[in-house]
Antibody, heavy 119, light 107 residues
């Protein structure tokens, strides 16, 4: 059974940084494409970014609002996905989900972790 | 960016009735690039339909998807109490975007 468990959310000041983690199990992690998707009451679901699996080069892509501020990485030895978030803004406040990612859709989701950017 | 517009915003129906939810894309996308999700309060979204018409593992056959080009539909054949939730479409023709959701509520 696929399990994705996010952690690292919390309250952070505008301009601050936070790193989210996602512990994965139940599938071959190092070949898997993974994404972060966030959800806000106002803007609904928003794709944040993706990292491809090792065999596909492990490259990353990001949505326009986070490009240059957020970085996705993975530690295949620990079956863990990361989201480093820098220069945080109030509009980054959301629940952040870790997902498995085929080329086309998001098959499995974690329970989410809440990030609040506020002074 | 491909924008997905879902309609209606809210759909009020009774158990046993048939539900039809619409998703319109701002430009044509391949059927392989359209998916549907269900989200219940306090839970993560769950994949229902991928490739416009293929049910994900464990999804009952009362859920069906159809469409092509810019117009796609999710149909729930006979509503069960557990089907009342928010439904989102998602495209992967140009990176990924989601529709704003349809809230399916009990009448």
């Amino acid at each position: 059974e696929v399990q994705l468990v996010e952690s690292g959310g919390g309250l952070v000041n505008p301009g601050g940084s936070l790193r989210l983690s996602c512990a994965a199990s139940g599938f071959v992690f190092n070949d898997a494409w993974m994404s972060w998707v966030r959800q806000t009451p106002g803007k609904g679901l928003e794709w944040v970014g993706r990292i491809k699996g090792k065999t596909d080069g492990g490259t990353t892509d990001y949505s326009a609002p986070v490009k240059g501020r957020f970085t996705i990485s993975r530690d295949d030895s620990k079956n863990t996905l990361y989201l480093q978030m820098n220069s945080l803004k109030s509009e980054d406040t959301a629940v952040y989900y870790c997902t498995t990612n085929s080329e086309y859709h998001f098959a499995s989701w974690g329970q989410g972790t809440l990030v609040t950017v506020s002074s | 960016e491909i924008v997905l517009t879902q309609s209606p915003g809210t759909l009020s129906l009774s158990p046993g009735e048939r539900a039809t939810l619409s998703c319109r894309a701002s430009q044509s996308i391949r059927s392989s690039n359209l998916a549907w999700y269900q989200q219940k309060p306090g839970q993560a979204p769950r994949l229902l339909i991928y490739g416009a018409s293929s049910r994900a593992a464990g999804i009952p056959d009362r859920f069906s998807g159809s469409g092509s080009g810019t117009d796609f539909t999710l149909t729930i054949g006979r509503l069960e109490p557990e089907d009342f939730a928010v439904y989102y479409c998602q495209q992967s023709g140009s990176l990924y975007t989601f529709g704003q959701g349809t809230n399916l509520e009990i009448k």
